[in-house]
């Protein structure tokens, strides 16, 4: 639906309203115009007729008893003006980014791919791996005969397996049998017979553990993701301290599919993966970089890590590494909501931009309306902070986009939206 849009928006030749880089100069917007301390009497008395003229546009199109001047919402408190605010050439605050993107200085000082890899999986993250590995292997071990083959295993090891499985994902062998892989007819690659046995692969991949097995029971009353507490977040730590993203970034879920036994598992039919484990990501909308992430385990125990899971607290979590930088986020609209909009933009100085679901009470009855509209209209209503959009990509079907990143509805701006929108 999202490419239906940017290509009405690319053919048609009207340009809805100019565009504008306006500036937060304009803070009375609805309200009545009060004299400023520095102005007296003199400066105001001959005022030029550009300055008559704004006041005057501004005056009538901001009244809130000016006949049909605006939009009421479904709440009979919310109003979206028809007429766009004035144009100011100055770039507003919420539009400056204030940390450059792009590697940070720990990620410049690596020269190789093993060291851009050991950057997000450190020497700390790999011996508690092998550590937890032992513990689990000394737990199994009288159950084998071979029990050579259950001994102890080190952080080389480690890497080897690691890197077998990269290789099987390069190679596009992840779903192959064990034997397939590790077959001397010629037809596969040696690279897995010649670093280590089959078996050992096999035992290495059941008996890997990310933390303590014997300590697990008493953490997994208050944590439910304690079985890869601290990996995960040592290595998304690692993710927010070697990159810092763009101007414009992407919030969405994502589900990694997995079938075995856990008590939070998905299951989400419009997904590739149906079942699996479902991760909530900040991700930068040009270069596809991860830069945090919240694993989904339901509700938490009461405890350190129970948190609340509606929509606007886990935007408000996912954007600690960017709040206040002045970036703008793409989010849909299971996310997206006008009271959460105006919050990050007041507190957290981030502009959103997705779309909304049309149970919101913010949105006017006429926006929501589809019969009566032409095919291709566009419906724009402005308030102080967001502007609304509503747009007929055909029959009896509408979709409803949010921006407080934009103030003039512009055919490039939105063209622009859209796109990051369609990115996701």
Known sequence: MTNKVISWLEETEEVFLDDSDDTDADPSYGDPVELRENESDSDISEPTHRSNTSQTSRSRSRSPIAQNSYYLGKDKQTKWYKDAPPRNVRTRQRNIVLRLPGVKQIGRDANSILECWNLFFSNSIIDDIVKYTNIYLDKIRSKYTQQHM?????????????????????????????????????????????????ARFYILLRAMRFDDISTR?????????????????????????????????????????????????????????????????????????????????????????????????????????ISKTGRNITMDNWYNSIPLAIDLLKNHNTTVVGTLRKNKREIPLCFLETKKRQLNSTM?????????????????????LISTMHEQANKVSLIQSLKKENQR
């Open 150 to 198: 259950v001994r102890e295993t080190s952080k080389s090891e480690m890497n080897a397996l690691f890197g077998l499985l990269y290789l099987a994902g390069v190679l596009r062998s992840n779903h192959l049998n064990l034997d397939d892989l590790w077959s001397n007819d010629g037809l596969s690659p040696e690279y897995f017979r010649a670093v280590m046995p089959k």
């Open 217 to 321: 029971a008493q953490r997994k009353q208050f944590d439910k993701l304690a079985a890869i507490r601290s990996v995960f977040e040592d290595f998304v730590l690692s993710c927010e301290n070697c990159y810092t993203v763009g101007a414009n970034v992407t919030i969405d879920e994502m589900l990694e599919g997995f079938r075995g036994r856990c008590s939070f598992r998905q299951y989400i039919p419009s997904k590739p993966n149906k079942y699996g484990i479902k991760i909530q990501a900040l991700v930068d909308s040009r270069t596809f970089y991860t830069s945090k992430m919240e694993v989904y385990v339901g509700t938490q125990p009461d405890g350190p890590y129970k948190c609340e899971n509606n929509p606007a607290s886990v935007v408000k979590r996912l954007i600690a590494p």
């Open 380 to 400: 724009f209503g402005y308030d102080k902070d967001i502007l609304l959009t509503s747009y007929v990509p055909k029959k009896n079907k509408n979709v409803l």
